[in-house]
Every structure is written in C-alpha cells, then in structure tokens.
C-alpha cells in the first residue's frame, strides 16, 4: 500500500531536549516536504526536499532542521524544542512539483512544554 | 508564490451543491490549482487539479474562468461526511503554501 509514515504519532516533550520526528515514504518520490499546523493559520511548509541531498527552506524554518540522506527518508529535527513549537506536524510527498497530488503522512501531535 | 483567498466558511444540507471559490489574481502562467480536503487530525487529501476551463472527477468539479485568477470548486450532492477544510493551493514550484482553507460544515 502507497503510504506515508511518521514517528512518533504523539510525542511531548520539555524544552531543550532534542527529538526527532521521522517520516518514510514507499512510492519512490523525489519530492518530500514537512508542513506544521495551526490553529487559524492552515498548514505551513517548514523544510522541503526535492531530491537526495537537496534540500531548501519553506515559510517558517526557524529552530528545525531536516536532512535527505536516502530517498525514501526525511526527518525532521528540532534540535532545541521551545513550546512554541507545540504544534500538529504533517510529512508529504509527491512525485514530482507541480504534480499536484502530494500524500500526506498521520501527522505528529508536539507537545513542548 | 501566488496568494490564494478563500471564504472562511460555510454551511450547506444534505444534498446541496457546495461551491467554493479561491481568488488568486497573481496567478503565474506556469502555475496550477490544486484543491485538497482535510478531515480533523488528519493529513490533507488531493481532491482535483487544473490549469484552465473544466476538469472533473468522481469526487468535484473545478472551474477555471479564461483569466485564470480565480477558480471554483464543485462539490454536487454533499452528504455530512464532507464536512471538512477545502484548500486552494496554486502550485508550479517546490516551495507551498495552503492558507487557512475553507471550513465547509454540510448539516442534516
């Protein structure tokens, strides 16, 4: 089955402390990106990647890093939580941009306290 | 990156037509528009895509006017299980931006 993963599903944790979520697709897709939501606000691209090894910032990517090192894989590291990282955070992938059909991940529930 | 403006809400019943319509005056030639739907605590869901006219699909329509700066979505005959956040996304590049969507609420 064409899907997406994320790990952990729920996660809270305390400032400061390191945490990585991953996220792991099985379609072969060149594009992956990572979207955090909000109340009110939608959903915002942190990170995006559009190839192994290529990766660029979206509209808010302060205090998160991602990397691409296999194709399948991109985490997504908040290498200092704070709470206003406290946030519902949703992987994606997609063919290739401008497809127009991405496919979401379960999303992770963050909670810093 | 094209901004996209869409109603907040809005309310429909059982077996009405809900269209809702996503201005994006900045619109690029090169640019699509892509309609998702979003159900609480999920991830969104690819509903339709088009670049000009008409497109449809077992799930909506979209309308696209010659000008191409803004479009409509169809949805015929809701049921409450639509009810959820449409979002208009206007996309040729990497870099993505949902808005806020629309919060369509069908009742009985």
């Known amino acids: 089955e064409a899907q997406v993963t994320q790990n952990p599903r729920y996660l809270i944790t305390v400032t400061g402390k390191k945490l990585t979520v991953t996220c792991s697709q099985n379609m072969n897709h060149e594009y992956m990106s990572w979207y955090r939501q909000d109340p009110g606000l939608g959903l915002r691209q942190i990170y995006y990647s559009m190839n192994v090894e290529v990766t660029d910032k979206g509209d808010v990517p302060e205090g998160y890093k991602v990397s691409r090192k296999e194709k399948r894989n991109f985490p997504l590291i908040l290498e200092s939580p704070s709470p206003n990282q406290t946030s519902l955070y949703f992987c994606?992938?997609?063919?290739?941009?401008?497809?127009?059909?991405?496919?979401f991940g379960p999303g992770t529930r963050l909670t810093v306290l | 990156l094209a901004k996209t403006t869409q109603p907040i809400s809005m309310d429909s019943y059982e077996g009405q037509e809900v269209n809702i319509t996503c201005s994006h005056n900045?619109?690029?030639?090169?640019?699509?528009i892509t309609w998702y739907q979003q159900f609480p605590s999920q991830g969104p869901r690819f509903i339709i895509q088009g670049y000009k006219t008409k497109v449809t699909n077992e799930v909506a329509s979209l309308f696209i006017p010659a000008d191409r700066k803004s479009s409509t979505l169809s949805l015929p005959r809701v049921s409450l299980s639509d009810t959820a956040v449409y979002y208009c996304?206007?996309?040729?590049?990497?870099?993505?931006?949902f808005g806020a969507g629309t919060t369509v609420t069908v009742r009985a």
């Open positions: 996304l206007v996309e040729n590049d990497y870099k993505l931006s």
């Open positions: 900045n619109i690029a030639t090169n640019d699509y």
């Open positions: 994606a992938s997609m063919g290739l941009a401008g497809e127009g059909t991405q496919y």
